[in-house]
């Protein structure tokens, strides 16, 4: 597993550029592949599910970190001055 992170770390941008041009190529591909039988008005939008994945993925981070600090987050004398 060292190893395999070891490998990963020495090539970050690499793997984030492959990510991105991938991301890329479904945005693409949404808009050249033909859709079928639509049932929703977002349905035909391009790139829709793309921009709702991206604000879900944001609104997800956002409510976690909240919920972390109202939650978990203790005050600086917590331990009682240990």
Known sequence: MRALVAWLS???RKLRD???AYLLLLVVLDFLLPRHH???W???VFG???AFGIGGCFLLIK???GAA???LAKTEDYYGGW
């Open 48 to 50: 829709f599910w793309a």
């Open 10 to 12: 020495k090539r970050v």
């Open 38 to 40: 639509p049932r929703y």
């Open 18 to 20: 492959g990510l991105i």
């Open 69 to 71: 600090h109202l939650f």
């Open 42 to 44: 977002f349905d035909e």
């Open 63 to 65: 409510a976690s970190k």
